[in-house]
């Protein structure tokens, strides 16, 4: 059965970095699509990005945009992002997905998020003013 476990979440101050890791296990890194996705309290669940099993398809939606950097290393079977310059609205759970299919797209992270067939616990991130 396909596992994703995320870490990495930590309370920092605004402006800050963190680096999330999802280590998967159950299936290979090149022959699914990952994305990542937050929770706020109180909110619906949103996409943030996502990486093809390619690794050579990545989309942001725009308020991580120049901010945020997914990357992948399939022989450590892990997916990473890398959040830089945080702000208090990048609080929430972070999650990581699994999709049994190459397909990664904005849209797909703002309107499909059903395609994604497993999910990981989630990681807290939270950012303080």
């Known amino acids: 059965q396909p596992q994703l476990v995320e870490s990495g979440g930590d309370l920092v101050q605004s402006g800050g970095s963190l680096r999330l890791s999802c280590a998967v296990s159950?299936?290979?890194?090149?022959?699914?699509?990952i994305g990542w996705f937050r929770q706020a309290p109180g909110k619906e669940r949103e996409g943030v990005s996502c990486?093809?099993?390619?690794?050579?398809?990545?989309h942001y939606i725009d308020s991580v945009k120049g901010r945020f950097t997914i990357s992948k290393d399939n022989a450590k079977n892990t997916v990473y992002l890398e959040m830089n310059s945080l702000k208090p609205e990048d609080t929430g759970v972070y999650y990581c997905?699994?999709?049994?299919?190459?397909?990664?797209?904005?849209?797909?992270?703002?309107?499909?998020?059903?395609?994604?067939?497993?999910w990981g616990q989630g990681t807290q991130v939270t950012v303080s003013s």
């Open positions: 159950g299936f290979s890194l090149r022959h699914y699509s």
């Open positions: 990486i093809s099993n390619s690794g050579t398809n990545i």
């Open positions: 997905a699994a999709d049994p299919s190459n397909y990664c797209s904005t849209y797909v992270l703002i309107h499909e998020q059903d395609v994604y067939d497993y």
